[in-house]
């Protein structure tokens, strides 16, 4: 089970857009949210529906919430529940978020832009807790205090993105969702997942779908063993599940990839992993 002081949650496992219903009730039909928590430390990935449940879950707990928000980017499947955290209501909170900015606006602009009137009756200033933010790129190593450190790459996604690496105490996740492989295995992405613990990875598709998507950005289960097999890495979340994708073409997909390696996992609403 590993130890508890570096534990792995997933609150939308989902791209695209949010599907509940009877068919993905088993792995669930929120979009982009992983938690982190490293001891004390509240790390997230992706504000998707998913942080809607998560924030529900940290009010419960009834102490003030402090964390880091990183973005990969700011389709809407990543950042559209955001204006649903229940924490960045509560004066006292504080976040600090982190992404890319596009073109002529900030990753500050990008987000306040979903809250605007015309899409949202309260605005992101209005919202109660204190917010940094903070732009990122590829190539970037931050040391985030507490002996967590995280790094960033490039994601292959229409208008760009980043993967991030959490490093602490000699474990590590790598978070990578949003991109599409190349033809052969990229050695950059396998530099950057290499022995790593836990690689969450977008498999979208499957190597029989892909054809038809070919640059919409995303990667396939196979690919992500690759993956992980080229990069000495030690365990595969599939993730980023298809919106089409019921529960049971999901379990044929988690048996095969198992069958093909053994380390693999389909990401699971609620489903907790120890590092």
């Not at 990183?70 to 982190?98: C, E, M, V």
């Not at 980043?162 to 990229?186: F, M, N, Q, W």
């Not at 990839?257 to 990401?267: F, G, I, Q, S």
Request: overall charge negative; glycine content about 10%; proline content about 3%.
């Amino acid at each position: 089970m590993g130890n508890t002081d570096f534990q792995v949650t997933f609150w939308g496992v989902r791209g695209s857009i949010p599907v509940p219903g009877p068919d993905t009730l088993k792995y669930g039909g929120n979009t982009s949210c992983v938690q982190v928590q490293i001891g004390k430390r509240l790390i997230i990935f992706d504000a998707g529906s998913g942080i809607y449940a998560l924030g529900r879950e940290l009010v419960k707990m009834g102490s003030e919430s402090n964390g880091d928000i990183f973005i990969t980017h700011t389709h809407w499947d990543h950042i559209q529940g955001f204006p649903f955290f229940a924490p960045a209501f509560i004066k006292g909170n504080s976040f600090r978020l982190y992404g890319q900015s596009k073109i002529d606006s900030t990753f500050a602009d990008l987000m306040h832009g979903q809250m605007v009137y015309q899409h949202f009756p309260v605005s992101l200033d209005q919202m109660g807790a204190k917010f940094e933010f903070h732009e990122l790129d590829s190539g970037i190593d931050i040391d985030l205090g507490d002996g967590v450190s995280l790094k960033t790459t490039n994601n292959n996604h229409p208008g760009g993105g980043l993967s991030y690496r959490l490093d602490y105490a000699g474990r590590s996740c790598c978070y990578i969702t949003d991109t599409e492989h190349c033809p052969k295995v990229d050695q950059n992405l396998c530099k950057f997942i290499s022995d790593a613990n836990l690689v969450i990875y977008d498999t979208h598709f499957t190597d029989e779908e892909y054809p038809r998507y070919m640059g919409w950005g995303h990667s396939t289960w196979q690919e992500g063993i690759k993956l992980i097999e080229t990069a000495g890495a030690h365990r595969l979340v599939l993730f980023h599940h298809a919106n089409f994708r019921s529960d049971r073409e999901m379990e044929v997909i988690e048996q095969q990839a198992r069958t093909r390696n053994n380390n693999c996992v389909a990401a699971r609403e609620g489903m907790v992993i120890n590092l």
